[in-house]
């Protein structure tokens, strides 16, 4: 299915609503904000965050891919992810979007970022912030450094989460299609850790399922993604 034809097939016309900030909103956490189904930010709302220990290029800065840069903003007072798509191209940038907020439409996920807003001028998807001390702790940083060595049981609980996650991810029709540690960051609430299952710029629905080449000895081959395969229908 075309990038276009698949946008149209899942995007309500009603989508685009104007951000408005009202009073009982504006102190309250990322993850307990009231928002319509997508929402419009300014760019200019969104602050530079003071951190401890600047980076050597940008002190925002908390990841990097092949779609954009992840950048630590300020947004209402609160903590949040800024995703910058400089790399997307629109259609690919807004269907992110339209995922993300497809995910927090009715609820929001204890192990899935909750969407905050997007600027689509600026291809900037807005998010909850994860992690602690205003950095961005992945699973696979915590193996390699061996955080938990001697706390198994938080491994078998981060499966868990992962698993959560990916259930409440099926069950709204959407396929992650890049699982893997340095898409799950660890997030301490209240002096516990939590997974979160991150970066859904490779994520469809399923009813149009991306599929990827893989190589099995000399014959390329087509694979459904991983996540397809997980979790009942």
């Given at each position: 299915m075309e990038e276009s034809t698949k946008i149209k097939a899942y995007t309500p016309v009603h989508f685009i609503k104007a951000y408005k900030c009202s009073s009982n909103t504006k102190n309250c956490p990322p993850d307990k904000l009231k928002l319509d189904f997508l929402k419009i930010i300014r760019i200019t709302d969104l602050e530079k965050v003071d951190r401890p220990t600047p980076g050597p290029t940008d002190d925002d800065l908390i990841g990097r891919g092949r779609y954009g840069d992840v950048k630590l903003k300020v947004f209402r007072n609160n903590i949040c992810t800024a995703k910058f798509c400089t790399r997307s191209t629109k259609e690919d940038f807004f269907y992110e979007a339209y995922i993300m907020a497809t995910l927090s439409k009715d609820r929001y996920h204890d192990h899935i970022p909750t969407f905050l807003g997007y600027n689509y001028r600026e291809k900037v998807i807005l998010m909850s912030f994860h992690g602690h001390n205003k950095c961005s702790i992945t699973l696979y940083q915590a193996l390699h450094e061996k955080m938990f060595v001697n706390t198994s049981s938080n491994w078998l609980l981060f499966l868990i989460h992962i698993c959560c996650a990916l259930q409440f991810i099926h069950c709204k029709h959407i396929l992650h299609n890049d699982l893997h540690a340095q898409n799950v960051v660890l997030d301490l609430r209240n002096n516990r850790w939590y997974a979160v299952v991150i970066d859904f710029s490779k994520a469809s629905f399923?009813?149009?399922?991306?599929?990827?080449?893989?190589?099995?000895?000399?014959t390329t081959v087509k694979a459904l993604p991983t996540s397809s395969l997980l979790g009942s229908w």
């Open positions: 399923r009813h149009h399922a991306l599929t990827h080449s893989c190589l099995t000895g000399l």
